[in-house]
């Protein structure tokens, strides 16, 4: 008769490090799990932002520029789902997400090329930061004034862990990615031996998941991991293979705007699913409730895939998105924000950035579609510029 | 006092080859133009498909596979618009589009790898077609049963034309990629004099053009042309710059499905435009009106940058969307379509085809959603697989 | 193979008076049909604004105050529907519905209150009107300056025949309602034998057809009929109860914005579907097309059951969303509109109106949303009031 | 720099009973406020449902049947605006609404006839009640089982205090209707001096509250009130009169689903605003996140005021919609709920209640649809019936 409160799976610790708590991880491997769920169980998981609380709610970047990136991002788990063997599909409904009452704030952040970079570091190489503002469901910052919206807070990191066979094709296939590298740049992140956090793990055992653990930085297709979609939200329902006895799940906050905060998750389990679904990598259905606009509310930018030294790339929809953002980019730096304030403002506000097509050769075509009702004036071609205090992003203390 | 018929300023002459009508084109160039259309003008323009009636309401693909690809796309126009200079941008408003009332059908095809090919031509590299009935605005097909839609019908091509500049600078990029490509296959398109329909040009006209003018196959990032946004139908405003005196807008039919139609469109001019928006490729805003189906129903499939043969890409958005496309196919191969069935299906249905994120290095994320209720079974995770007849696509008559 | 155009099952003939048409009628009874529909079969069917034709395109609301209300509304039909039993349901699939292309206008009219009347005579006796004219799937209006939105067009009318009994009952209820009246005002139109329009029906049967067949004028619950439903528009679909052999069903175009056009219908029948439905009423589905703003940009007033002169009335849902909509017609009054702009203009935009709720005794509360993006300036409260020009609607020319 | 948490600005106490809480009240007046927000302020405000607590979690409907009316509804405050005078408009952002965490449910209810009655009180007579356990975005109820829906939890009850000459009105025509009804029914609740909650009010002052003060029951026009409207939940804004200095502004949970829980809210003033939005009743504008189900998958009813004995009324907006809740309830009896159940689900789940028409005389025309993805089963017309136990909503333990 009734129902008591939801369990919390994971509690967090304020008062201390985030690398001094035994519930968090940020290696992904196959050797660890702490806790056991049952399938069917509703639990709540409490999950830091990807830097475990390295950035600060202040106005200066130097934290992102000086970030150490051998340590995130800091995930909550892995916990066991009682039953789960190798070919199931754990089914894990998000039902709800919210940040910690009395952390209201979280922030977007664009690291230096020297130190993580970014998609845009050939333009943008310097490190610059945002915090957000949580009022209720809508966001703010002063870091970029005349803005608001409802946040789109989602998991930006969530999955089952790799077997052995699994850390073994990755270290494989990204390791031949380092060997044939030509770019005058970092284009993996391999094992790293370096301040692992291996949970409660024995010394000896850190050891070799420090050794062979999967960073934690890309989404890889076997699991998902760190996908940063943002439909995987309140409501959404994500279907993610198991390949280990138990599946040992994990998680982080760490898309859109990365904060602490409380996930609510239900657990299911198919057994068989990987060969039922024929399924390689997670699927998923979005919730029902979302941010909504009007689709004629969308301002929409279209990028193709020829480069800014107007180089032609064959079929490339990353160079096509690329210019897409640049576009959208020149666009709103009309109105009197920075390169960098509006950067930061895509990364976490509910754009649309489509793959219009990859047909026609040899271009690509993307777009972004911009929702205009998140700016407090008229940013419609046609409507005057106003003159208004756009304000400033955080840089970094000694910007030059 | 009142309002008289809106003015259709290109009628299509369906007893002749679209070869011998003079209002089509089909190479972009900023020699001719043929029709006066006031800024503030309301008109129709009558479109064809790309082919100009080469592929037939039949269930063989045998026209796909042979089609003569130095013929299309038939574009109606060019308009010349009054007024117009270079510099200035062309606002155009999608007011309606509508098939013709007695050619109530359309087609999608699959290119053969020998002649044109497509994204998935390595999966599937034969011809294959599905022609889609038109029901008010459904679309149901005998080629692909059990799955109807609300048509999104919008024009695949659409922009002014390129300056003299303006080409030399595509023919010199496109030029480079030929000149540099390594891979085993026809990567652009080059001017092509064979063929060349170049309206009511005469003979010298056209053999310059044939020499100089852009193919229309893709679209650039100058002037927009073959984009393929599903996202420009009814009620959307494109923003296009203008290039030459007159402005010389052309438009076509070739977005999701292909077929002949009219097109409602409404001309303004926005003096100096591009200055003004800081604008180097097209923008636009969709429509108010769309099929709208809630997030909730949307089943959405997960790529990322590792090819078929478990080659790691650095953050290649055309990699991981390759993927995404194979994994919704292998899902829904599982109700018994064939794989070029699906892929049919996915070039025209109104998914939504999302970059998820091309951040963390070294894979790159895209997603696609299919709405669930265009079939009429249910394909959620976990439903029963029901025991249904998926007929057959058109293929070649001489099919191994 | 392959597929012919659409069959029109029914032409409109504009060198004829409505009235002079045999394919149309204008009274609701069992006795007359003239065509053949197969079930499955999808038809094209031409329509005339409930008018006929007497409302014209100018700038005198004359016409709307001298209309003789005796004769409509014209419907189509009835089709008969092969193999149609009374207890079958009949499921009527709206396609598409399109205005004819050499006709793209419509009107919204308010008649007088001795003649017709309507919701807010007390306020508004006058008869007013306004000329839409579609752009598209745009409507604006020359009455109603900077106004413009996406148009739904619907069919207003739509029903089976009533068998004999169910004219029966109609009659006696509707007598009844005469009888009891005690307002100074026609409460409903009972079967009126002057000009009788019964299609093609011989003298006698026309004779016994306006004695007892049923005014088009209101809805009813035994066959839906005038029940001027906005969602009845592209996609949606019906299910009608058969009351007489063959169904006999009939439609007109009343909803929304007046016009003649064509409907895209597609029928199917369900055996028996009254009793297994337990069906009293139609229901229906819509669409997944519709024009879509966004739920925030809704500008919602609110109404309670306490009418005009502070009289307290008892959970009286028609007094409260009288009260909503002189809400909304005083606020948008300080825009510049009369009065009659804005009743015209509520009466065919895609507002909101809702039951919030008939609980708490004795105010039942209602709602009325507008779309804010339908004005082409800020309407939201706070906005500043623009100086704009908002010209005027017709009215009758000895308007005093 | 930075932001703490957002201020609590009242706690409930949930170790004392609803009525020795200082902080709520249950009787609009002019005569207390006890806390006083700045305009710009944002703060949590903790509420309980209407019953203050009486309705308890479990499997019997009795509290229902004998909750004491005298009491509700327990709203929390009223807070004192600063700065904030008669004639001047609140405007009330409701930026998150969510349930305490340790108190994961709500209920809904009908009352019994003879005690609070309700809408269709006349068919349904005895108390019942279901309780909805919620799973983050969801709610589900062990007496309603195979329903499952994005909760829209919004408060159901919003408004500034009335002035004492307001109060004269409220009670000069409520006492009106009491002494014209003829119904044999309560049709109002006027002033009740038994079981006042008046605050912290000195016993003087708590009498006069309790002879003049206005009951919580209905939402009136001048201030709003009870109003039930369910687009006031998440990021919604809300435009209240000020009738007196302070606003004295108070909230309670009841819309929907009655449950406690915590609102947070921002205040802004517009001095003068009540002549400078010519306002008579509240205007809101909803928010942008909501549950969104496609129109396609919502199945309607229709209603038309012809009551159940076969009576005509003249344009009875709520005859009409109680006959489209009959028709609904009907319609889902079919699959094995008893019209209790799908009374309690019709109150609270999103259902889209319409006013289609209040026009063509003399039938008004009402619409409800049922978004048919709440269910786990197929509830469209057509689909098979499947064999599933409904279970049983709680009834009081006397049923006959």
Redesign the interface.
Known sequence: ??????RTALKVDFSKSAQEQPYFHARFNSLMAFDGITPGE?AKVECVDCSGGWIR???YADDARDCDLTQPHYLSGPFEIEGADPGD?L?VE???V?PF?????GFTAVFDRNNGG??LDDHYPQAAKA?W?F????CSSRHIPHVRF?GLIHPGVMGCAPSAQVLV?WNR??S??VAM?T?DR????LPEPRNVHAGSAPDDLRAIIGRDGART?????EH?G??????LG??SRT?LPVHVPGANFSISFCGAIEMAGII?L?FEL?KG?VQE????????????????????????????S?DEA?????????V????TCL?AI??L??FGCSGEQIYLLLSCVPV????????????????M?IPM?IFDFDI???APIPNLDMGSCAYTSDRR
Not at 226 to 231: E, G, L, P, Q
Request: aromatic share 8%; glycine share 14%; with cysteine.
């Open positions: 008769m009734g129902t008591g409160p939801i509703v709610n202040d106005d599909v089914a998000t039902q709800d919210q009452e009395d952390r209201p704030w970014g998609f915090i503002n009022e209720g469901i809508f409802p094709e296939r990204e031949e990615l590298n770019l970092v284009v993996t992140l930085i890309p989404g890889r297709p998902g760190n996908c940063d979609i943002k439909n309140r409501g279907y609510t239900k198919m699913g679904l024929d399924m390689k990598s997670p699927i998923f259905t979005p919730g029902p409730v979302e941010p909504h606009f009007g689709p004629g509310r969308m301002l929409t930018f279209e990028g193709f020829v107007g180089r032609q790339h064959f079929m490339d929809a990353t096509s998105y690329k210019q576009r020149e666009y730096k009309r649309q950035g489509h793959v219009a097509g990859i047909v026609d050769i040899p271009n690509a075509c993307t777009t579609g009702d419609s071609p046609g």
